[in-house]
């Protein structure tokens, strides 16, 4: 980041290529970029550069987009340039990109760039083709060749020998690869190798590695971590004339192995004949951060398979459009396909990064623009860390929806644009709204979301009415592009990634043994503190049920838990000045970093040993130490000042920030001397036992203790929601000093305020550029849907890494076939059945046509039939929307048009079907037939 905060960048050609890498590198945060154009803009401009509108027709293209490019991002100096470029002019910069350029021009500039030190990237598009070159000079260093944290593995041994090799933990893998190099620490016996500079790791299995000669070091006793060290690289670039003669291509899509070649004539052939006539021909004549490895050198890519399939492109249907927007867009294809993207109704679900960028590019495309409609759902608000990759919001947007600022904002950019802005949570809290009338108006779904639940959900939803979606999700610098059509395409939930690891409790009260253990009980301290204790003791002030419920739903020892909270807060602990704020943050201090370290200790000491006689304190488990207090430790007093801020705030107490006041305050706190109960223990699995008296005992006496509510006057309590984005708050401080507190007991390297921000806050790494992508590549899935392009291998699922960089293209994978006597059947095969029936009949039909019985059958979360419940009579002769009524005790919605069913079927001998059966499907408001399709 130091390194793109001091780049200046100019970008040359600020047609719609231009002003995409502008946008995503004013949002990077470099020190400037120049934007440099001579041309004007005209109609042609409007199909795809965002920042042009019907007044910008006649003005420079680069003055008119300057201002809009500036509010992207306040720390960003972003100039506009008119004039010639000159050499002087171009010293300046540290990196020059070059659209829409000359290729005479790109040799010369080139040149001069290769001579000067200056990176220098050229990128163009000719229609659904694109080109990119990139020369970083002779000698370009790459600190970080692949943009991932570096793997850290615990360690069981190491041998002392030539080859010494590594083993990890049990059950560890380390992931490393032949050649990268690791740097050793904590080793104990072998306590050498800690101070060696990073060695070369061979992989010899999942589990181990050797790392070369340790014959030289002490022998290995126990402990230690080995991690990844990014070992710097060096890159050559050729010269441009160079490369363009003999060039390197980074391949796009392996299906098109040959296809590199050809573009690159290609666009020679084209910047020639330009060249020659001053225009194209006409058919129907016949670098900054050296983080990540970089294109080396020619990139093409191509698109083609979005084009019409049934015809060519006729000239008369290419300039149809001459005098609108999307006469670009019309060029490449065609009025009529122009047409189907007005008349398209799509929903957009998620406003956040990658639906910023979807929304902007339907409205280049001018979907749903004249019959059609996009509908954009958001539940959230804008907040300030969204703004460096949100790209549609502004500093003055915090705190507003995002899906009505976004329909605004892309509004600007298309007026003709229909847009219905909801601010709902797509689930089955919002089925009454996105019902069947919502959703069989739509042409198609567009993913914009950031968790799996929600996508599924989206996608099972997809599925039942029959609709494509566009599935999109970016983590840093990686990208992944899905299409799922009805009967053609597996669903978005057809696949699943690996479940996220879970830490154990016992390893986050007791064991922490990295960083992202003691983040996580940080987080849980600010919950149970300021959150989950507050919001107790408003209940017991304001509920009067809540007594009565917490003795009905909690277990004896959770009742314990929280009465004791409760009392504490409102009773021996309640606070009615600052410096009863700083008296707990000194006694939390002392409990958690000192007493509660000294029992673990007094438990389990150092050198304490299992029942096989094993070191206790080994593998996963290190051994910490207490913390004593000290007022000159700059960390000490950096959670003192969160903690007792956070107290006071959730008091409604003014906060005090001066930390040599809040010092003078510590001094007069008495702090009791530990004194642990005689049967105090840690369990090395689990919590912390104290057994003093009964749980009943105790519950009764917490009861008796605290006041009626009506005693304790006005008091004022604030829970507290944990917000990562407001640096004023205290929250992210008392994070960070709790975290890295826990951290010093454990001996666990600290983290600084922004890693612990992002794993506290779940950050999911962004950057604007991978986001851009996955959008462009999820609209050019949405023309061949739009289209209706019946081939399978005319589509294409993505997955990029710009870090190393790597692109990847795959058909999508076709539905899994089941079969059921002899039916073939897909997760896209329902029943039909035409009309209402009766659950007897239902009931008949199955065991007829499928020779199954049916064992329970539901709809939803509401059971309606299961064989050993037998249903009444009067039940077995109901329709199954009057079964559902009498079930569930309620009308079904007028807007339900359909019912879907689930059963769990056995056939005549009692054994489970093999294979689930296809998912009936039931139209309402239908006269009773026995119309039946089985698949």
Request: glycine content about 6%; proline content about 5%; hydrophobic content about 40%.
């Amino acid at each position: 980041m130091l390194r793109m905060a001091q780049s200046d960048v100019l970008v040359c050609g600020m047609g719609a290529l231009g002003v995409e890498i502008a946008k995503n590198i004013i949002l990077g945060g470099v020190k400037s970029v120049t934007v440099h154009d001579r041309a004007v803009c005209t109609r042609l401009d409007l199909s795809s550069q965002y920042y042009l509108s019907e007044e910008s027709l006649g003005e420079n293209r680069a003055a008119a987009s300057e201002a809009s490019l500036a509010r992207l991002n306040q720390y960003v100096r972003v100039e506009a340039h008119t004039e010639p470029l000159s050499k002087e002019f171009l010293k300046q910069f540290s990196a020059v990109v070059l659209t829409e350029t000359p290729l005479d021009e790109q040799e010369e500039i080139a040149a001069f760039a290769h001579e000067n030190n200056i990176s220098l990237i050229v990128a163009d598009t000719r229609g659904l083709a694109g080109q990119i070159f990139c020369d970083f000079g002779e000698k370009f260093r790459v600190l970080d060749p692949n943009g991932e944290e570096p793997l850290s593995v615990l360690i069981a041994s190491i041998t002392k020998d030539t080859e010494g090799v590594v083993t990890c933990l049990e059950a560890l893998r380390h992931g490393f690869e032949d050649g990268d190099y690791v740097a050793f620490s904590e080793v104990k016996g072998m306590t050498e190798i800690n101070n060696c500079p990073p060695m070369k790791v061979k992989v010899l299995g999942p589990d181990t590695f050797s790392v070369g000669d340790t014959t030289q070091f002490g022998d290995y006793v126990i402990g230690g971590v080995a991690t990844q060290v990014k070992m710097p690289k060096d890159i050559k670039f050729k010269a441009f004339q160079e490369s363009m003669a003999k060039p390197d291509f980074v391949v796009s899509d392996f299906a098109k192995m040959s296809r590199p070649p050809q573009l690159h004539l290609g666009f020679q052939a084209l910047q020639e004949f330009q060249h020659v006539h001053s225009r194209l021909p006409r058919p129907w004549n016949k670098a900054c951060s050296g983080k990540f490895g970089p294109i080396q050198q020619w990139f093409y890519f191509d698109a083609f398979e979005c084009l019409p399939q049934d015809a060519d492109v006729s000239e008369t249907s290419a300039n149809a459009m001459e005098h609108t927007r999307y006469a670009g867009q019309a060029r490449v294809f065609g009025s009529d396909v122009q047409d189907l993207l007005m008349a398209q109704n799509y929903f957009v679900v998620g406003a956040g990064a990658i639906g910023c960028e979807l929304l902007k590019n339907f409205a280049m495309m001018g979907l749903g623009a004249n019959d059609g409609l996009i509908h954009v759902t958001d539940m959230d608000v804008i907040e300030r860390s969204n703004l460096n990759r949100q790209f549609l919001f502004r500093p003055d947007d915090v705190g507003q929806m995002k899906s009505t600022t976004a329909a605004r904002a892309v509004l600007e950019m298309n007026p003709e644009l229909n847009i219905a802005v909801h601010e709902n949570r797509v689930g089955p809290e919002t089925e009454n709204v996105y019902n069947d009338d919502f959703f069989e108006s739509l042409d198609g779904v567009a993913n914009a979301l950031d968790n799996v639940n929600a996508r599924q959900y989206t996608d099972k939803r997809c599925v039942y009415y029959r609709k494509p979606l566009l599935e999109s999700g970016t983590m840093g610098t990686k990208g992944n592009v899905q299409v799922v059509k009805p009967d053609m395409t597996e669903s978005y939930s057809s696949s699943h990634d690996p479940p996220e690891k879970s830490i154990p409790v016992c390893t986050i009260k007791h064991f922490p043994n990295n960083i992202e253990h003691t983040l996580q009980w940080a987080r849980d301290e600010f919950e149970g503190l300021f959150k989950q204790a507050a919001a107790n003791a408003v209940q017991y002030l304001n509920d009067p049920e809540f007594l009565p419920k917490m003795t009905r739903s909690l277990p004896l020892s959770q009742q314990v838990v929280t009465l004791e909270e409760v009392k504490k807060i409102l009773l021996d602990q309640r606070a009615t000045v600052f410096d009863d704020c700083v008296v707990f943050a000194r006694l939390r201090f002392q409990d958690q970093y000192d007493n509660q370290i000294r029992l673990l200790l007094r438990n389990y000491p150092e050198n304490h040993t299992t029942s096989s006689g094993a070191p206790f304190w080994s593998g996963f488990k290190r051994c910490p130490h207490p913390i004593e207090f000290n007022p000159n430790n700059a960390l000490h007093m950096d959670y003192i000042v969160a903690a007792a801020n956070l107290r006071a705030t959730m008091f409604g107490i003014p906060r005090i920030t001066d930390r040599e006041a809040i010092a003078e305050m510590l001094k007069v706190v008495e702090v009791p001397a530990f004194d642990p109960l005689p049967n105090a223990n840690v369990a090395a699995g689990n919590t912390t036992v104290a057994v003093a008296q009964s749980d009943s005992d105790r519950v009764n006496q917490l009861l008796e203790e605290l006041p009626d509510q009506s005693e304790l006057g006005d008091v004022e309590l604030t829970t507290l929601e944990f917000e990562k984005d407001d640096d004023t708050n205290f929250h992210v401080d008392f994070i960070v000093a709790a975290s890295n507190l826990r951290a010093a007991n454990y001996n666990i390297q600290p983290a600084d305020r922004l890693k612990s921000k992002l794993i506290a806050g779940k950050i999911i790494p962004a950057i604007a550029t991978t986001t851009s992508l996955v959008a462009g590549l999820a609209c050019l899935e949405l023309y061949k849907l739009a289209q209706g392009h019946k081939k399978l291998e005319l589509y294409k699922n993505g997955f990029v890494n710009l870090a190393l960089p790597f692109f990847g293209f795959s058909e999508p994978i076709p539905p899994a076939k089941k079969n059921f006597h002899g039916q073939e059947y897909t997760l896209w095969t329902a029943i039909d059945i035409q009309g209402e029936i009766t659950l007897e009949k239902f009931i008949e039909r199955f065991k007829e046509d499928f020779e199954v019985d049916i064992i329970i059958l539901s709809e939803g979360p509401r059971m309606l039939y299961a064989n050993f419940q037998p249903p009444s009579t009067r039940r077995l002769k109901m329709t199954m929307s009057e079964v559902l009524e009498d079930v569930s005790k309620q009308k079904i919605d007028p807007g339900k048009r359909s019912l879907e069913f689930a059963m769990i079927c056995t056939d005549f001998d009692g054994n489970e079907a093999q294979h689930k059966l296809p998912t009936p499907f039931l139209p309402r408001h239908q006269e009773a037939c026995d119309a039946w399709s089985p698949f």
